[in-house]
C-alpha cells in the first residue's frame, strides 16, 4: 500500500493513470486498481471511473512522509555502507516507525554539522 501512495506522490503530478502507476511500479494494472479500491476506501486516492487517481489531503500528507523516509534512509546506508543500497532501503521501509526516521534525520543533521 505504502509502495502505492509513494509513488503517486513521487510523481508530482495532480493525477495519474493506473496504467502508467503499474508500469512506475511494475505490476500488472489489475493488481493496481484492486489496491486504488483499497486506498480510496481509505480515504487517500479519488479515482474517477476509467479514469485518473488523485491523491486526497490525507494521501499528499501521507506520500509526503513516505517519500521523506525513503530518502532518509538512502542517505544513511549510503553512508554507512558507503554505496547505494535502494534495494535494501526498499526493503526495509516500512518497518521503520516515525520516530526512529526523526532520530536517523537528526543523527544525519548532527553528522553534517560535525562534517562543516
Known amino acids: 500500500m505504502e509502495d502505492y501512495i509513494e509513488m503517486i506522490y513521487r510523481t508530482n503530478k495532480e493525477n495519474i493513470k493506473i496504467t502508467e502507476l503499474a508500469s512506475l511500479l511494475n505490476i500488472k494494472a489489475s493488481s493496481v486498481s484492486k489496491m486504488i479500491e483499497k486506498l480510496k476506501d481509505l480515504n487517500l486516492v479519488e479515482k474517477e471511473k476509467y479514469g ?6 490525507q494521501g499528499k500528507d501521507l506520500g ?3 517519500l521523506k523516509r525513503h530518502n532518509i534512509l538512502c542517505k544513511f546506508f ?5 554505496q547505494d543500497d535502494l534495494y535494501l532501503v526498499e526493503q526495509i521501509e516500512h518497518f521503520f ?5 526523526n532520530n536517523i534525520e537528526n543523527f544525519l543533521k548532527n ?3 560535525k562534517n562543516d
Open 52 to 57: 485518473l487517481i488523485y491523491l486526497t489531503k
Open 64 to 66: 509526503s512522509y513516505l
Open 78 to 82: 549510503n553512508i554507512i555502507n558507503k
Open 97 to 101: 516507525d516515525k520516530n526512529t526516521i
Open 111 to 113: 553528522m553534517e554539522v
